[in-house]
């Protein structure tokens, strides 16, 4: 079975820093990107970023480059999300996410989207 | 950027209905978007790809449509377990975004 499995729920202070994991199974965790996204509490979906593990190829999105590191460790099939000084906006949960792809006219092009979700961590950060 | 305005927000609807929901894009992007269905305390699902394609699993009363900057899903006869919240999302690039996303509750 294709999964994503993610680490647990984290309660931290501000100023404290964090590092939460993705650990994917069932297929070939070098070959496909791996997304983050964050949803603050009774908010919609917001893209942070994504890492290609075989190479470490990493994308942010404007909103988040600086504010936090996505890194993977391919060895163990892990993706990280991490933050060096945490601040209470930061509470929210985060997802994890493959990106599949299918190629499209004999491809000549790609098509792609997120095919296989973890199940969120939540960080709670509060003083 | 590439923004996406969802319209409605917020869709109130019976059981049996037909909806539609409306993504538009600020700007093109062919056929790279997606739709997913997120219900609470849960992760998002993968619905549709390629604007029209529907993923593996996946009700044959959901459908997607349409290219360039504007896209629709359609839900033929709304059931009991598709209340939920719907999310379309641009992949044109590695600058991926979000819909602020459609409500869709019982009437």
């Known amino acids: 079975e294709v999964q994503l499995v993610q680490s647990g729920a984290e309660v931290k202070k501000p100023g404290e820093s964090l590092k939460i994991s993705c650990k994917g199974s069932g297929y070939s965790f070098t070959s496909y990107w791996i997304g983050w996204v964050r949803q603050m509490p009774g908010k919609g979906l917001e893209w942070m970023g994504i890492i290609y593990p075989g190479d470490s190829d990493t994308r942010y999105s404007p909103s988040f480059q600086g504010q936090v590191t996505i890194s993977a460790d391919k060895s163990i099939s892990t993706a990280y999300l991490q933050w060096s000084s945490l601040k209470a906006s930061d509470t929210a949960m985060y997802y994890c996410a493959r990106r599949g792809v299918v190629p499209a006219n004999g491809g000549v092009y790609y098509y792609y989207y997120m095919d296989v979700w973890g199940k969120g961590t939540t960080v709670t950060v509060s003083s | 950027d590439i923004q996406l305005t969802q319209s409605p927000s917020f869709l109130s609807a019976s059981v049996g209905d037909r909806v539609t929901i409306t993504c538009r894009a600020s700007?093109?992007?062919?056929?790279?978007l997606a739709w997913y269905q997120q219900k609470p305390g849960k992760a998002p699902k993968l619905l549709i790809y390629?604007?029209?394609t529907l993923q593996s699993g996946v009700p044959s009363r959901f459908s997607g449509s349409g290219s360039g900057t504007e896209f629709t899903l359609t839900i033929s006869s709304l059931q009991p377990e598709d209340f939920a919240t719907y999310y379309c999302q641009q992949l044109n690039s590695y600058l991926i975004t979000f819909g602020q996303g459609t409500r869709l509750e019982i009437k």
């Open positions: 700007q093109g992007i062919s056929s790279y």
């Open positions: 390629a604007a029209s």
